[in-house]
């Protein structure tokens, strides 16, 4: 049998391993069956480098200690101890399975692990595990409704809502339907790339004004894309702002909506600013701390009343009329839709676009509440939209005499 080459010569250097020398002088021993313990040590002698610090130790070491390998091992030992190395802690390990995530974009791919090819969601799975197990609670049913809840929704929708323990969770990831899982995250990221391509669309749009045909194609594509809300029935009577919240619905009646509305189609845009260039990532995160700094009423009575406060501070700190900016953020209408969640900012509900908004001017939100919802729709973009509550507003018929008069002729007599 072919020998191993010999170990690296050892130094006695700080930094350098003793243990690791040690080792591997012991599996040179082991390898080529070398038995003799003289032999051994004369081999221990030949790889210790000269006139280094562990040759100092070894000419000054008595020769009782360098009889057996035995006795030179424990001499060694004693002048070299072992490193003992520290480990993560079992909270060091909980952390880590808390912050351990699957990308959307990787759901339904392939990635390579150890020069091993295995989908994406295997992989997790392998991590997962052994962060499971490192934690000390592939015992205990706790800290799974986390992970659960970080999972990518396409991933999440095919295990089980309340898994009983880490087993059974574990084994839904490693067991998911590859077919279905791709098939899944297709359509999500389609969906994502055609709702992108939608909202920086309607931010151009919102930005300045439009002839309705160019407007109407894309409320369309935001119908099918966005909430399930079909667009509002037509009639001729009153308009009602309806907010949609569990359990609960709203009706504000706001008077009497105007069939139609005309625009010049040749009307020269006024009140145009100066391009500016793109947010940059301060500006944005500034924004969006600004969006929590008034809190949004629910559409009861003590709402409106706070809400009326919220509009006599905005006006006594920033002026009676005075525009509102990025800088200045504006009171929201009680009950509206919650801001960047891809609402009209006319009227503050969801299903169509401002342009298309048919509320009567007299019935929309306030023109600096229109321009804060823009100003942070185009900079923020719609990242409301998967949680926010949908609102719509609804066309109700009232009931006058010449409406029953004509719904009698027009129906079939009893």
């Known amino acids: 049998m072919a020998s191993s080459p010999l170990p690296a010569l050892f130094h006695g250097k700080e930094g350098e391993n003793a243990q690791n020398f040690l080792r591997s002088t012991e599996a040179y021993f082991l390898i080529n069956r070398i038995t003799d313990e003289a032999v051994k040590v004369a081999l221990f002698s030949a790889l210790i480098s000269a006139g280094s610090q562990a040759d100092y130790w070894w000419t000054n070491l008595d020769v009782a200690h360098k009889s057996t390998w035995t006795l030179v091992k424990t001499a060694f030992e004693n002048k070299w101890p072992t490193i003992a190395a520290v480990g993560k802690t079992k909270l060091e390990y909980q952390k880590e399975l808390l912050v351990l995530r699957l990308k959307d974009e990787d759901i339904g791919e392939r990635t390579t692990s150890a020069e091993v090819t295995m989908w994406s969601h295997i992989h997790f799975h392998n991590q997962l595990q052994m962060l499971v197990q490192d934690a000390g609670v592939v015992n205990a049913p706790v800290l799974i409704h986390q992970v659960r809840d970080a999972l990518p929704r396409t991933l ?3 295990t089980t809502p ?46 300045r004004q439009h002839d309705s045909v160019e ?6 594509q935001q119908a099918s894309l966005g909430t399930n809300n079909s667009p509002p029935p037509r009639t001729s009577s009153t308009t009602t702002l309806q907010t949609q919240v569990p359990g609960n619905f709203v009706h504000q009646t706001l008077g009497p909506r105007r069939p139609i509305r005309y625009t010049s189609a040749s009307q020269a845009p006024t009140g145009q600013r100066m391009m500016r260039g793109p947010p940059t990532q301060e500006e944005k995160d500034a924004l969006r701390a600004r969006i929590n700094d008034l809190p949004h009423h629910t559409d009861t009575e003590a709402g409106h ?20 900016t990025e800088n200045t953020p504006f ?24 342009p298309a908004c048919e509320l009567p001017p007299e019935a929309q939100l306030l023109k600096s509440e229109t321009i804060w919802r823009g100003i942070c729709m185009r900079t923020l973009g719609t990242f409301n939209r998967a949680t926010a509550p949908q609102v719509n507003y ?20 009893a």
């Open 305 to 324: 009343v706070a809400y009326q406060e919220q509009l006599r501070q905005w006006a006594t700190r920033w002026g009676e009329g005075a525009r509102c």
């Open 394 to 413: 609804m066309l109700e018929e009232v009931y006058t005499p010449d409406a029953a008069e004509q719904g009698k002729g027009n129906g079939s007599s």
């Open 162 to 207: 309340a898994p009983p323990d880490w087993n059974t969770f574990l084994n839904e990831i490693k067991d998911v339907n590859v077919d279905i899982l791709q098939d899944k995250a297709k359509w999500a990221k389609e969906r994502k790339e055609a709702e992108r391509a939608q909202n920086a669309h309607i931010a151009r749009l919102e930005g």
């Open 215 to 220: 407007i109407l194609p894309l409320q369309m």
């Open 331 to 354: 009171p929201l209408m009680p009950g509206a839709v919650q801001i960047c969640s891809g609402e009209c900012f006319r009227c503050g509900a969801h299903g169509h676009i401002g």
């Open 156 to 158: 999440r929708d095919l």
